[in-house]
């Protein structure tokens, strides 16, 4: 396991735009080169334009041209869990990868991509 993972998600929670929750959040993505690349969730005033960490750390990492992911973390002040969206994405962006949950100091829980995805929806049902 690549620490540095653990230790950018909850450095990346210092830079979460979270007015209207306060629920910080912060991620990183562990990428095939060892690279870590992070996000931090970002909130808007009509709510559901909001976009989660976890979300933001992958689309950054893809946007810089990263396509194979080793691991992702979240960071929060209490351990939550990846939301349900951002679990469809993990899943189709990174496949079976380890989870790891955090608070706002360490790592709290290891969890699979797939445990938190059962049964899931992806492209083989639009062929
Ligand atoms: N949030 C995340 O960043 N990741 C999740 O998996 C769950 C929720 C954010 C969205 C919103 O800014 C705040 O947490 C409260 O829902």
Redesign the pocket.
Known sequence: MNKKVIKIAIQMRQN???P??N???G?AVEVTSGEIIGG????SSSYGL???????ALYNALSKGFKKFISIA?S?KNG????G???QVIWEICGEIPVYICDDKTLLTIIKSSILLPSPFNDKYLK
């Open positions: 979460s735009y979270a209207y929750s629920y910080k959040v991620s931090c969730n970002v909130e909001t976009c989660c960490a976890e979300r933001i979240v929060t939550g869990f990846p939301c969206a951002c679990r």
